[in-house]
């Protein structure tokens, strides 16, 4: 079975603070996405990345910037954190680039900025 | 612009049978998925359209029309465990998904 695991369940972040949220999947997929969700709205695709230290803006990329140094772990970084970010943050990833897959979701971090 | 419709919320009745539908407009399409979130968990897979016609997988079937844009998730035998979001989500010609909101589905006794 794929295991996707993202660093926490529950973030509490104060405005303007570096936030870091972590994901790591065991089954050497090529493809890993941070993705937002809110109520009402469908999920949003904040990046991705396909490869190794390979990164591509999603639809809201805006206040966010990511990380890929190893294959197995993408980390989102939110540089000064706002109260408009807060939010589910979802990890997914799939097996190859270009393709189409099935992706495959951490359990999410919910996400609270005061 | 990219566009994926599905109702907001439906109720059924344990037993019974219920159909969530989901429109789309989107630049291309490469296939449609189902995806299953219970409330504070993480979206998990129950289908994959990519040719027009249904799909059966036990209680759920899930059906495709390319040329109407449309398709439904078929859930017989309602179980309460199967409260839960549907989500809608089509993959465009650059292998990206757009989601739709989802379709909260309450199960009644």
């Known amino acids: 079975d794929v295991k996707v695991t993202q660093s926490s369940r529950y973030l509490v972040k104060r405005t303007g603070e570096k936030v870091f949220l972590e994901c790591v999947q065991d089954m050497d997929h090529e493809n890993m996405f941070w993705y937002r969700q809110d109520p009402g709205l469908g999920l949003r695709l904040i990046y991705f990345s396909y490869d190794v230290k390979m990164k591509e803006k999603g639809d809201i990329p805006e206040g966010y910037s990511v990380s890929r140094e190893k294959k197995e772990r993408f980390s989102l970084i939110l540089e000064s954190a706002s109260t408009n970010q807060t939010s589910m943050y979802l990890c997914a990833s799939s097996r190859l680039a270009g393709e189409v897959e099935t992706q495959y979701f951490g359990p999410g971090t919910r996400l609270l900025v005061l | 612009g990219q566009n994926i419709d599905q109702p907001t919320e439906m109720t059924a009745t344990e037993g019974a049978i219920v159909q969530i539908n989901c429109t789309y407009q989107t630049s291309g399409f490469n296939g449609l998925f189902w995806y299953q979130q219970h409330a504070g968990e993480a979206p998990t897979f129950l289908s994959y359209?990519?040719l027009d016609g249904l799909e059966e997988k036990g209680r759920f079937s899930s059906f495709l029309s390319r040329s109407k844009g449309y398709s439904y998730l078929l859930l017989k035998e309602l179980q309460m465990k199967d409260s839960a979001s549907y989500l809608c989500a089509v993959e465009d010609s650059n292998y990206q998904l757009i989601w739709g909101a989802g379709t909260k589905l309450i199960i009644k006794p």
């Open positions: 359209n990519v």
